[in-house]
Each structure stands twice: as structure tokens, then as C-alpha cells.
């Protein structure tokens, strides 16, 4: 993604458009780290070197989502039958049990519109940057 | 999965002059159960169960001494001063009320314009929870046979519905095959016992039932909580009529739940249910929560593929009796939108009990918008062309 320079942060009086939220090192795989990034908690995951950024707040009641267990997931399956996927992928809120797809931010029941606000993020320099400004096409419906 | 919406049947539009289909009435035994009944039993079953004319031999007969004689499941704790049937109905001779199907025809479907009604003969609404089942195996199978014999004959406007011992799925499998050729019988009649219509106990008879496009119709019997084979009624007994009354449409609710929670619809993905004189004022809530526990529950049961509000809005049915009677009119409007009556609610008048609708009423509460559907096409949708 373009991505302005470290030193472009928190540039002028308004609202930065970025957060460094750490050294790249802090994130290693396989876990989540809550880290602030302007006004909000936000829980980064590491899954196998990718880095995903989600605000720490469940789109159904405000849970801290993140709190949740990342886990994997029953798939649609015949009556009486089990299916197992998604395994490490999938966040189930602590609160009433939403399962998300955390790299899509969809529910996994799929018949709601809320997803998890997710944030882009960046490497640069060996430093973590989130995009706190997002592109209109990301912002969630 | 979850594809078997039923859409009314081919040669629906022989249908569109109907006025309007009644899901639910009674007809009434004219005797006593087992004198009734003994035309369509063996001579050894008639003196099993009791009719008089096998009771004691033949040096007994006509003479009214005791014996055996089984007791049908029923309400004997709660009853209601004048019993459950309409008092200005009773002949004066005393014929009870719905046991004549030429005079019913008359009081019912001449004098309110209705074109098909369905039939489920009230002295076996109980017999589920018989602890027997080969009694009940055989009670069911001689109530069919006195249905399409006294009734079906008599007037083509009747339907029957195919009434199974739940006890035993193997005869009740039997008896299905038995009837399904038979186009006037419109559905398949469980009395519920104790076991609940998610469990497997029922698949083969849902097997058979889909197979001949056959609908399930459950309705209350009135033992609901009473005896250890009733399905139980939520919290505990009952301590008169008045909490009774809606104490027994309770097991119905948790049978909606129960079947989709199974993957009912899933594994039998035309079947469709009929739950008559169940309310349906009941169910915008059970919608609502089902739906919001599917969200966060999914994991356990990954086979409920579609909120649980669109299996019920697609394969359950409710009936309109008894019609709820809310002080302001526009709160039943609101409760019908809510519950997709356009979709789910069929008419019934109950008839002949003493709580049936007036349907002329019926009909005026329904908003126009959904009357058509309400009166008509939802019943053309679940029974389809066996009910033209």
C-alpha cells in the first residue's frame, strides 16, 4: 500500500493518518497484541506472518473482541455431521459468541452486515504502521 | 440445503375461487370411543379394548355393566364448565355437535363458504401419549378407516389426515403407505407424546410423509403435562382452566425450536409442518431468539444453515384459532407482520369446540394485504393438490 514515510506522521494539526503501533519484532506469529492507535484499542495478529489489524470492539454489542479465542471453525455440514476448517482464522467474541473470519471481517453466519473494523497496516523500516484514515472502499457498510 | 419451499401445487388456479380453507376441525365420535370405533376393528381388538358388543360375551348384551375399558389420553384435571363442545350445536335429541358430517357440512362449510376443510377427529388427539402402542397403533388405523368411511364419503369438501400411533414409527410407517394413494387424505396427524418431533424416533415417519408430499399436523390434546407420557408443559402443573389454556401450546413452541435445532428440515428438505390450535401470538419472540442464539451458537450446530426465522417461515404453518384478541386492532396487525403471516398463518375455526373462530371475523381481522394468503393460499402451499 502507499504509505507515507514514519517522519509524515502525526504531520500538522490533524487527526494522523497513521499509528506506529511498534517494531515489526513485537508481533511475532501466532499471537495477538493489543496495541492504541488514536482513539481505539486495536488487537494485532500475527497469523504466519501476516499481519492483521482489527479494532478491539465486537460490531454486535461492543465486546472486546479480541479477547476472544482465535480458533477455527464447524463448517455447514449434514444434519448430525461435523466438519472442521478455518482452523487459526476465525475470532469467537467473548460476549455471545460471534464467530468472525478475521481476514475478511465477515460473520460467519453471514446474514449480518457488521463485520469487524478492520485496519490496514503497513512495514516500514522494520516499524508497524495502521492506517487510522481508511479508504473510503474499505470503510464498512 | 434448505431449498424445499413449497410453492402451491400445479393447478392452483383451479383453487382461486376458493373463499377459504379451514385447517382444523373436529369431527366428534356420536357413541362412546370403542362402540364407535368396532366396525373398523377385529373381533379380538373389540374385546380387548372394550366396544359393548364384545364386552361380556354375548349373554351381556345390551346390559351397561363395567369392565375393561381404556381411558384416552385427555384433559380430565382442567376442564371447562360445559365442556368443549358448542352448546347451541347439540341437537334435540341430544346428537352431539360435529358428529354428523352432512349436518357439520351445513353449520360449517355451506353456512360460511368454506370450500375444503381438514379433518382431525378429536377423540384421538390424545392418543401419543397412550403408554401402548400397539392400542395405539390400532386405534389410529380404525380412526382412519371412520374417517374415510363417515366422513370423506359424505361430502367432498371434507379432507382427512392420516392419523399414525407415534409409539411405534415402524406401524405408523405402514399406515401411511396404506393411505397415501388415498388423495383426500391431506396430511399426516402426530399426537405428541414425550418424545420430541426433532428426535430420529421420527425420522422414518418423516421419510414417508415427504416421499407422498404428505405435511405433518400436530395439534394440542389436552394432556400436555398431565401423565408421564405427556410432553411436558413448562414449569410444572397447571392449577385451572384459565392457566391450562395456555400451559399446552408450550411443548409446540419447543417443537418449532426442537426440529430445526435437529436439522429436521435439513434432512427432509420438503417436509413441511402444520401447528394448529398451537397460537402464534408466541412466535415473533421465538423467531427473534432463535435467530439471535443461531448467531452465536452456529458451532453446534453447523447444519442450521439459514436463521431459524426463514425454516419457519418456509416450512411451518400456524393457525388463526384461537385468534388473539388484542385491545387495540393495530397490534395484531403489528403481531401478524411480525410473525410473516403472509407466509405462515393459515385459517381454522376450530369447529366444533366452544373456542372456535367465527371465520366471517377471522377473515375481517386480517389485513387485506395478506387476507388472500391467510384464507387460502398458505393452506394450498402446505396441503398442496390434495386440497383442490
Redesign the interface.
Known sequence: MAIRAADGVNEGSEAPAFADVGDVEAFPSGTMTIVTAGEHQVGIYNLDGELIAIRNSCP?RGAPVCKGTVTG???????????WGMEGTVI??PW????FDLRSGS???G??RRRLIRYEVAVHDGRVFLQLKRPRESVEA | ?GQGVAQAPDGVEQATDFAAIDCDVHPVFAQDWPDELAPYMTKEWQIRIGGAAARYGSSNAGRNLPGVRYQLPGNPFYPKGGGNLRLDLFGDDGQLPGSDPARAAKELLDAHKIDRAVLLPQTVLGVGVFPTPDVAVTITSAVNEWTADRWLSSDPRWRGTIAVAQQDPTAAVVEIEKWAENDRMAGVFISLGRTMLGDPHFYPIYEAAQHHELPIVVHPHGSEGIYASSPPTGGGLQSYHLDYRVSFQQPYQMAVANLIS???L??FDKLMFAFTECGFGWLPDLMWRMDSF???????T??V?Q?PSEYIAQRMRFSTQPMIEPPVHSQLTAVLEMMRADKTLMFSSDFPHWDADDMDQTARLIPDSIKRQVMVENALGLFGSRIL
Open positions: 454486535h471453525a464447524m463448517l455447514p455440514s449434514a444434519p448430525g455431521s461435523y466438519r469467537r467474541c455471545h459468541g460471534w464467530e460473520t460467519l453466519f446474514t449480518d | 440445503m435437529n436439522g429436521v435439513e434432512r443461531w448467531k452465536g451458537s452456529r458451532s453446534e453447523p447444519w444453515t436463521p
